[in-house]
């Protein structure tokens, strides 16, 4: 194959990823994957159908949302064991946004469901096609945590009413309902609640015992089994009724201005977590297998072109799955073929079982639901970030008091407001240090950490931890006249390390020019080392190199120190200390 031909095919599998799996497909890796599609197939009926219901929508919506996006993830996904199809998080999400301007189950609020999925799709190709991924990053992992755990109990308490068989009024907020249950505990229907017990208790144990097993449609049979032959129904259980049988007919779903600008925060905040939630499956089991590159934008581009198609196929917002996921890949799946096999077994299940759902308790489901997000409240990440870093723990505490207070968007805003808070006065505040030598070594270190290292008189050594910017430059010449104040005898030199000040902007600029000219006035001169390669091309650009003098850049600390005690210099070292670059990108 000659470079042409083989620069197309590498492109061509850079667009359809699961071209390159094929390309050394076996008969071998075709048996696993079928065990580890009909595996996850198993699992997306009920949970699919379950997690639908969650979403405020029919359990049928569940299984269409397993077709579409899934097949195209297949295709354009990089990621060889991610499941994608509903999941509870982006569920709740869902729910909480389309509910404050629709009545769940009705056919308004269907149709702004499809709709949400559509702009989802539209939001992350957008995000895809402009590269901007990354932007995710802006969703800090203790948000992510706390908001998740709330989340998982706001979806605990949404699941009363079909675990209790009580009919519960509508509230803004779960502690309203909690009260509600309290206080007509009388009203719970015993058969409906020992039902949900035992399903939950069930699932428990088979999991347990083997976590691939399809416990979860084991005891979805079982259940409906009980309620069709002892007519439960008569004793107050609540089932699915009619469903719909055939696959999805093609739809345009409405769109409108004030859907879209109603929509809209919902929008954004299902696009960022379900993205956060499926990057981060989908790399955790990259690093597990490492087997293949999972590459960001082209994630973004395979969720949002599934749930775009997806929605003309009456498809609600999917997200990726970490059990499905999990089960995925401990089942054997190789590749996206996998969830092809998952996507045949649903199109069977719409087109010759659906009459067979019809006695499904909606207590099982429910059952479905809290057994899948009792592992979404993190003890385990609070306890760790309270031992190693408290303001993150402050962040996720507040992030789950404020989701469960004043709903799931506001919640994630005020973590993520609260996380650019923290991070701008930590930025603004950035870790200063006077080095000293140790004795009998090169090495200089911070002299809080080695009180008996040796100081000279002669001259001072700051560190500066951080880019040197705008939002933290007056700060950095503070500490700098603070540290030359605490000195009884004014140094010859200052020596400014700068080995992790890795950027510079036009202020910190200014900020060093008032410095400089402040220590000339002391007669004390200013060394500068360890500068990295982006700080000196713009300290060249600005001319301040030229402005201080070349002969007061050094390679190191010893080769500043050996200047200031013996007044020479190696010329070579100098040479790469001042050594610069004139090619620059747009922005610089």
């Known amino acids: 194959m000659n470079l042409k031909k083989r620069l197309a095919v590498k492109k061509l599998h850079k667009i359809l990823p699961i071209l390159a799996s094929l390309e050394t497909y076996t008969s071998a890796t075709f048996k696993a994957d079928i065990i580890a599609g009909i595996t996850v197939g198993v699992i997306l009926i009920p949970q699919g159908m379950a997690y639908a219901l969650l979403m405020g929508v029919p359990s049928i919506y569940g299984l269409y949302a397993c077709l579409i996006p899934l097949l195209l993830y297949a ?30 189950f009705t056919e308004e609020y269907i149709q702004l469901v499809v709709f949400c999925g559509l702009l989802i799709g539209i939001f992350q190709l957008l995000l895809s096609a402009l590269r901007m991924g990354f932007l995710v990053n802006l969703i800090s992992q203790p948000v992510i945590a706390g908001f998740i755990s709330a989340a998982a109990i706001i979806i605990i308490i949404s699941q009363f009413e079909e675990a209790l068989g009580l009919a519960i009024p509508s509230f803004e907020y779960p502690h309203d309902k909690i009260w509600y ?95 956060v939630g499926s990057i981060g499956i989908a790399k955790s089991l990259e690093m597990k297998n490492r087997d293949h590159v999972v590459r960001p934008n082209q994630e973004l581009f395979a969720l949002g072109i599934g749930k775009i198609i997806g929605a003309f196929f009456q498809a609600v917002p999917s997200s990726g799955s970490y059990s499905r996921s999990a089960i995925n890949d401990e089942a054997g799946g190789k590749t996206t073929i996998s969830s092809l096999i998952s996507v045949v077994m649903i199109v069977c299940s719409l087109l010759f079982l659906t009459s067979l759902f019809y006695y499904i308790p909606k207590a099982v489901l429910a059952a479905i639901i809290l057994v899948s997000v009792l592992g979404l409240i993190d003890f385990k990440e609070a306890k760790y970030l309270m031992a190693v870093r408290r303001r993150d723990f402050i962040v996720m505490l507040i992030t789950f008091f404020s989701t469960l207070i004043v709903g799931v968007e506001k919640g994630i805003f005020i973590g993520v407001v609260l996380s650019f808070i923290f991070l701008q006065y930590y930025s603004s505040r ?28 002669d001259y001072l050594i700051i560190r500066f931890d951080d880019q040197l910017y705008f939002g933290n430059a007056g700060y950095f010449k503070d500490e700098i006249l603070g540290y030359l104040n605490k000195r009884t005898v004014m140094p010859k030199f200052l020596i400014l390390d700068t080995t992790n000040m890795h950027d510079i902007d036009s202020t910190g600029i200014h900020v060093l020019e008032d410095i400089h000219l402040y220590l000339e006035e002391l007669r004390i001169q200013l060394l500068i080392s360890g500068t990295i390669g982006p700080v000196r091309d713009f300290l060249q650009r600005s001319h301040f190199m030229d402005k201080m003098g070349k002969e007061h850049y050094f390679m190191s600390i010893t080769d500043a120190v050996t200047y200031a005690e013996k007044g020479t210099n190696h010329k070579h070292l100098h040479t790469a200390a001042i050594q610069y670059n004139t090619r620059r990108s747009f922005l610089d």
Request: hydrophobic fraction near 50%; charged fraction near 10%; aromatic fraction near 10%.
């Open 75 to 104: 295709v354009f996904g990089t990621s060889r064991q991610l499941s994608i199809g509903p999941v509870a998080v982006t569920a709740i999400l869902v729910n909480s946004g389309v509910s404050s301007i629709a009545t769940p």
């Open 181 to 275: 249950i309290l206080t007509h505990i009388s009203d719970i229907n015993g058969i409906t609640f020992l039902m949900c017990i035992f399903s939950i208790v069930a699932i428990l144990l088979l999991k347990k015992w083997k976590r691939s097993f399809p416990g979860a449609l084991f005891v979805m049979v079982i259940t409906t089994l009980c309620t069709y032959f002892f007519d439960l129904r008569t004793h107050g259980i609540s089932v699915i009724a009619d469903v719909p049988s055939g696959l999805p007919s093609m739809i345009v779903p409405p769109m409108s201005f004030t859907s879209l600008e109603a929509l809209f925060p919902s929008v954004l905040t299902i696009s960022f977590i379900g993205y």
């Open 430 to 457: 950035p870790h200063v240090a006077e080095l000293v030598r140790i004795p009998d070594t090169v090495y200089y270190r911070n002299i809080n950490r080695f009180p008996n290292a040796v100081r000279s008189e």
